[in-house]
């Protein structure tokens, strides 16, 4: 099953100023945030952050940030103990006031619901700690968690490592930023395909 933009959401977990020094690779990994985030943008696929504690841990650079919808400050580890799930899900669309006689046709009719996008494009930090805790309950809350490897993060590789092996266990994917970003794009007739190179060259 590939991964379909249309259906996506990308959630980007604690990328912030003060945990990026003691990170594994991390210039690669806030890189790979940041191109998933702008292709994510282009492709009108939504982005969330979220920061853990900000006040002592920093926020997330603005190459992130500035392509979040929202960005959730927490100090649970799992961002859906916080109300993250509740931004995943569609918003409701308010039922017509009135009374059927005193509204036009068009409002008597029911009106369709947003469309669901339950494939999440999961990267962050530590993925043994935030990331991990965040998609197991996106899990247990039925959605599809695809865990991007090479955008994600811990102190030590024995924590992450540790991390992939659980998450691939409980249910969710592992890829990496150029296996989504060409996922998403699917064609090299795309009209963002040369943003695709341009990022990921």
């Known amino acids: 099953m590939l991964i ?20 594994l690779d ?14 994510a943008q282009a492709l009108d696929v939504p982005t969330w952050g979220t920061e853990q504690n900000p006040s002592r841990l920093g926020e997330m650079p603005p190459e992130i940030r500035n392509h979040c919808r929202k960005v959730l400050a927490k100090m649970q580890f799992s961002a859906v103990e916080e109300g993250l799930g509740e931004w995943l899900q569609p918003e409701p669309v308010q039922a017509p006031r009135g009374n059927a006689r005193s509204l036009p046709r068009h409002l008597q009719k029911p009106q369709a619901g947003a469309e669901e996008r339950k494939t999440i494009v999961l990267a962050g930090c530590e993925a043994h700690i935030c990331l991990m805790q965040t998609a197991l309950d996106l899990l247990e809350d039925e959605f599809e968690v695809w865990v991007v490897t090479d955008a994600c993060s811990s102190r030590t590789e024995r924590n992450r490592d540790a991390a992939y092996d659980r998450l691939a266990g409980a249910g969710a994917e592992l890829v990496t930023a150029e296996m989504v970003a060409f996922e998403w794009v699917r064609t090299a007739e795309h009209p963002d395909f040369k943003l695709l190179q341009s990022l990921f060259k």
């Open 4 to 23: 379909d933009a249309d259906e996506s959401q990308l959630v980007l977990v604690d990328f912030q100023s003060r945990l990026k020094p003691v990170m």
């Open 26 to 39: 991390a210039d690669l990994v806030w890189a790979n945030a940041a191109k998933l985030a702008t292709l």
